[in-house]
């Protein structure tokens, strides 16, 4: 019965901070490429057939990560009149985050040259659906955020007193948990999803005469 005599809605607040790209400009080809297989991105688009991983060589690449941090402040309420049992409410949550983007070019192009160029056209592609994707998950958890608390503070009953801090401290721990289960489940998969469009045979096929064409 908790949830439903809750006195008002979370306050929620989120901030997200999205950096310009971070470049890597140190590493040769060769460096890049140690360790490096193209035989998933092969089976994923269906190309093994076509292209060996052997004859592939990767002339740049861009990751992204996400940094977070909660924090809320809980609340709590007599549930009878003899304030043996309370009922905790989760009244204020802030959520700070940050997505970094890291796009890396070998040294053997000139930066400003026509390869640089190129390869950092594709992969400023990925930081820009890396962005995009950031935004539009902010706007998604302002909406769903009020659910989620909503479930954690439904499934807690009113608790005595004695177990407050523990209970307290059970939510803020699942609190935690949704909101990375829901930027794993969420973002990052959309995220993933949406750079794989940019990373595509015909992207490829397309780059490959462009970067001989070059001459510096």
Not at 26 to 55: P, V
Not at 62 to 85: H, I, L, P, Q
Request: charged fraction near 30%.
């Amino acid at each position: 019965g908790c949830a439903d005599y809750k006195p008002a809605p979370t306050v929620i607040n989120i901030e997200l901070e999205l950096p310009d790209p971070v470049y890597d400009l140190s590493r040769t080809i060769k460096e890049i490429n140690k360790g490096q297989s193209s035989d998933d991105w092969l089976r994923k688009n269906g190309m093994q057939k076509i292209w060996k991983s052997s004859d592939m060589m990767m002339l740049g690449y861009a990751e992204g990560g996400m940094a977070m941090m909660t924090s809320g402040k809980f609340k709590t309420t007599n549930y009878d009149r003899y304030g043996v049992y309370y009922c905790p409410y989760v009244t204020h949550l802030d959520l700070a985050m940050m997505f970094r983007t890291r796009i890396v070019i070998p040294k053997e192009f000139k930066k400003g040259g026509c390869r640089f160029n190129a390869v950092h056209a594709h992969e400023y592609r990925h930081y820009k659906a890396n962005r995009d994707v950031a935004e539009e998950f902010v706007r998604r958890l302002h909406k769903d955020l009020p659910v989620i608390i909503r479930e954690i503070e439904t499934r807690q009953p009113y608790v005595e007193g004695k177990d407050m801090n523990q209970t307290v401290e059970a939510m803020k721990t699942a609190l935690r948990d949704a909101i990375e289960s829901y930027i794993m489940m969420s973002m990052m998969e959309e995220g993933e999803r949406r750079n794989g469009m940019i990373d595509t045979p015909e992207e490829y096929a397309a780059a490959g005469p462009i970067m001989k064409a070059c001459r510096d």
